[in-house]
């Protein structure tokens, strides 16, 4: 499985253009990791998105795309308006990222 992670917006929205995803293949990692992260990849898509109230300044939106076994599902959420199990994720990668 592979997964990337795309930001948009935010203060730092120009300087964001311009950087491609940062990816995650599973197959890199210890198998209890992958298995977390297939865990919360899981729980992030049988989530359903909440319902934005509108537009926050500045706030952050991300992209998480999911590659595996032929299909690809992409998720679509902003620091406005976030379900805890895309947070999950989200914070998961982000830890992922930072090690590396």
Same mark, same amino acid.
């Given at each position: 499985? !592979? =997964?990337?992670?795309?930001?948009? $917006? #935010?203060?730092?929205? +120009?300087?964001?253009?311009? &950087? ?10 210890? /198998?209890?990791?992958?298995? %977390?992260?297939? &865990?919360?990849?899981?729980?992030? =898509?049988?989530?359903? %998105?909440? /319902? !934005?109230? #509108? &537009? ?10 999911? %590659?595996? $076994? #032929?299909?690809?599902? =992409?998720? &679509?959420?902003?620091? +406005? ?12 990668? !982000? /830890?992922?990222? %930072?090690?590396?």
């Amino acid at each position: 499985m !592979r =997964v990337s992670l795309a930001t948009h $917006g #935010g203060l730092a929205a +120009a300087s964001n253009l311009r &950087r491609p995803p940062e990816v995650l293949d599973t197959d890199t990692l210890p /198998e209890d990791d992958a298995a %977390e992260l297939a &865990r919360l990849v899981a729980a992030a =898509v049988a989530t359903p %998105e909440v /319902e !934005r109230s #509108g &537009r926050a300044r500045d706030a952050m939106s991300y992209t998480i795309t999911v %590659e595996d $076994g #032929g299909r690809t599902t =992409v998720l &679509r959420q902003s620091d +406005a308006a976030m379900t805890p199990a895309f947070a999950a994720l989200l914070t998961r990668l !982000r /830890e992922h990222f %930072e090690q590396q």
